[in-house]
């Protein structure tokens, strides 16, 4: 019996986020071309860390939100790309052995390991510009104002408020004395993680030109989404196998990271990510049924092994 | 006797030089704000390797671009402040030790030493973020159209076709057995020192929504300009005192680094340094007058000693 999730199977979202990778990929692999000469190696190492690997929860949010509102299935893509090119460089940045120091991700050597250090600091570095590179083009839609405003809300989404700040506080969570509190914790995931998933949420209504009331459902539903994914994230770590997940497990323990589920329990913190879930539910009510991938995503997030 | 040089004394170009370097610092001041809690540290280094240093000769190619079409002061020093934030990151993570391994720069500690490695990285991926930011908001220009113009050329100039795709092509040419030829040399210098130079010329053109021809020209004086400022780099690099610099010297000769001063000889190459300030110069005559300061700024390029 396959299980049903608030109108969509999973067995449908399996298949809509099989989908939706593949999109992505061929977008990525156009936008990002195999080119010749000595600059080969930098395109290389930007498609090494970019194209095939990942969930693409992200741009999976852009497409989906896009369709509440009829947009073109191409430019939700480049929309899509965009915002995977900007996680793609945050985890090649983060990886680092002045940051993380991870050896391993999506199952294959990080970008300093396969690359070198210098490679995989500049192909983060411009795979952040790209993104901005293709939000701006026409193509990506032919009124200037959204195009802007895409790359407003990015900007501020990756920037020292938002992803870049909350990777600043997680490496001072790690130096500090004492361990964060439960705010404190949530205020770093939210700037860390939770600014790019409400981004991706969102920007389908403003390539749809959304009211504004439709636009703030799509916002506050990736708000508390990120929030959910964060925690699930956390409880794997806590749970999982490296095998499952393709990357170090247990690392945060370890490295005596303060995480949900190190402050309250792995019950409470599970507890905690389905009340975020059934929130994030509630938030897009008014788009009904044409939603539904949208809410068993928000399912899978806390029901996902890997 | 002061040197009069084309209509704009060198004391005119000077002062000019100085009022907007001081200019710009206020405005990076205010977009880069002081900020408490423990984001305090990113905002910090973010400010440390971006206010206060530098001939801010980018800033000022705004400025003085602008000008010509009587754009606001206020616009222009947030296009300034927004190249010289590009700018800034470009140093920070150049002189990271996976890179060129600099622990100077304009005087100081480089950012990695002032403060730590993680936080240099994140400093420099923050100000590159910052820098769309302030290009995408309103403030910039009430035209939508001429914000994203804005951010398109500013993205190109800085992503793997530009600037990092000349850092890329700079690293390689240090590991390769053979050197670098002239025609090679000129397109690694076009891409990571050209590019960001020849959008800060043309950015005021941008801004004052000029006809095609005054865009075009003033974009033409910033290639050759910043062809011929990369010269008088290496020259510089090449006769000058560390202590005159404020960062190390004779360090392309050391790393066996590619640049025409190596590949020409000193004479030839100030021969065509000076070809090239002439080319600058004669691209811009069809803004008369007005356009002085950047006469002066051009015949300065190859005649600073530091």
Redesign the interface.
Known sequence: MTMVIGGASAASLAAALTEAAQDIDEALDQLLPVVEG??A???EA?RYSTIGGGKRMRGFLVLEGAKQFGVSRSAALRVASAIEMMHA?SLI?DD?P??DNDDLRRGKPTSHKAF????A??A???L???A??V???EATHPD??V???L??M???A????GM??G???D???EQAAEPLDEPAIGRLQLLKTGKLIEFSAEAGAVLGKAAAAQRHALAAYGRDLGAAFQIADDLLDATASTEAMGKATAKDADAGKATLVGLLGIERARMQAERLVAQARDHIEIFGERADLLRALADYVIERRS
């Open positions: 000595d600059e190696r930098l395109f930007m460089y940045h680092l002045a940051m070198d250090e210098a490679t600091i500049l983060g570095d411009s952040q510009c790209h901005f590179t939000l701006a083009d200037p104002a195009r802007i405003e790359v407003r990015l900007a501020r990756a920037g020292p408020r870049c700040g990777q600043m506080l490496i001072m969570a």
